[in-house]
């Protein structure tokens, strides 16, 4: 059964209807009431607020970078390992074929399931994920495969083990190793981009975010704990951060918002994956005519670009 939120309890009653209807093999009711949910849908979708989007992208059915890898991939075989500490389950790497082209696919992982999480640590890498994700950056440099990070995190693991092994030079080198890596890459946020944990592989030639994605540099609970000494203030600070993919979008901090299905990409995994392979396919059309130093030239230029303002 599908998990609902509490601003879908609308979908959940016309959904429980529907569900009714087919067991009794009443056809007209299941039309009516398929034209009603769309409707509801629409209605429901159109005009949700900052803080119901940042539900969306932490929704439990959300899929995850295994879901689209498995939806993406042909052929897909995972490499493992930093070569220097451990593998690191909170960052998963992959090659293989998507639409005839060879790709390196290199993605954050929360996990489901207690002990899935556990395994993935809820999705927040340590210092050896971020290594492991250069050094199959580095390699896809190497052979000219082009990248595509799945961003989704709540932040970088913030430990005692995970800093005695250098977490924020980690993340450091990430960001001075990305920014020129000889390499067309996209980086899309399909869920959390959680501060510097995101920021670690979503240095590409194209940046963006789903529909019902967030990227910041602090969670709203944090936020609000430090400027109200209150964690319930979550939705007032996440409406003043402008964390959603439109309002990055509208302040250039993006490239693009992919349009993941208007109900969620939980309800339609199969469309989401669709919408991700043509952004990315797109984005590699349109690298693919440019020569190395101008797509380098082009990322310095954006990564220069964030942060300015006028007065």
């Known amino acids: 059964m599908p998990t609902y939120l509490d601003f879908e309890k609308s979908i959940q009653q016309i959904d429980e209807d529907l569900s009714s209807a087919r067991l009794r093999g009443d056809l007209d009711a299941v039309e009516i009431l398929k034209g009603e949910l769309e409707k509801e849908i629409v209605k429901t979708y159109k005009n949700l607020s900052d803080y119901q989007k940042l539900q969306l992208a932490r929704h439990p059915d959300r899929p995850y970078a295994l879901d689209y890898i498995k939806l993406l991939l042909r052929d897909a075989y995972e490499l493992h390992g930093d070569r220097a500490f451990r593998d690191d389950p909170s960052i998963v790497c992959f090659i293989g074929y998507l639409a005839n082209k060879k790709v390196m696919v290199i993605g954050e992982q929360k996990g489901r399931g207690t002990k899935g999480k556990l395994k993935r640590n809820f999705g927040m890498p340590h210092p050896e994920g971020y290594r492991k994700a250069l050094r199959f950056a580095k390699m896809a440099q190497k052979f000219d495969i082009p990248v595509l990070f799945l961003v989704d995190t709540p932040g970088a693991y913030p430990g005692i083990g ?36 995101a920021l670690a592989i979503a240095v590409a030639d194209r940046i963006a975010m789903m529909r019902y994605s967030v990227f910041s540099v602090i969670s709203p609970e944090g936020c609000a704990a430090i400027l109200w000494n209150d964690p319930s203030k979550q939705e007032a600070a996440t409406k ?42 797109n984005s590699l059309e349109e690298l693919e005519t440019m020569t190395s130093k101008e797509r380098l030239d082009k990322r310095y230029e954006k990564i220069c670009s964030i942060g300015a303002f006028e007065e």
């Open 162 to 197: 995970a800093e005695e092994r250098g977490q924020s030079e980690a993340i450091a080198r990430n960001l001075y190793e990305l920014s020129k890596l000889d390499v067309k890459s996209v980086s899309i946020v399909i869920g959390e981009g959680g501060s510097g944990g």
């Open 240 to 281: 003043a951060m402008k964390i959603t993919a439109e309002d990055l979008y509208s302040l250039g901090l993006i490239d693009a918002v992919v349009n993941e299905p208007i109900i969620g990409a939980h309800r339609d995994k199969q469309l989401a994956a669709e919408a991700i392979a043509e952004y990315f396919l």
